[in-house]
Nanobody, 122 residues
């Protein structure tokens, strides 16, 4: 079992930055791909970014390319999402998740955190 806990969400103005972190416990994240998803009210959960164990493979949804950066620290069993130039449409609950494959489908992820709220004011 893997337990994931997100932190770092909050309220930020348009154009601002936030850094989300996800800490894993229960077992090492080695061999797991780590992903970030988000879900806004009334919308489906959306893939944001994913990263492989080796960091050789990284994927982003088109809307965040150039603004968000996913990273991981395997020694600390953590994964982060640096979010810059935030827009109102980025507001959502952000979830950290673990999968055995580099995949953008939520159904491919076995473990999920409880989510952290990101609010972007205009």
């Amino acid at each position: 079992q893997v337990q994931l806990v997100e932190s770092g969400g909050g309220l930020v103005q348009t154009g601002g930055s936030l850094r989300l972190s996800c800490a894993a416990s229960g077992r090492t994240l080695s061999s797991y791909y780590m992903g970030w998803f988000r879900q806004a009210p009334g919308k489906e959960r959306e893939f944001v970014a994913a990263i492989s164990w080796s960091i050789a493979y990284i994927r982003y949804v088109e809307s965040v390319k150039g603004r968000f950066t996913i990273s991981r620290d395997n020694a600390k069993n953590t994964v982060s999402l640096q979010m810059n130039s935030l827009k109102p449409e980025d507001a959502a609950v952000y979830y950290c998740a673990a999968s055995r494959a580099l995949d953008s489908r939520a159904s491919a992820y076995n473990y999920w955190g409880q989510g952290t709220q990101v609010t972007v004011s205009t």
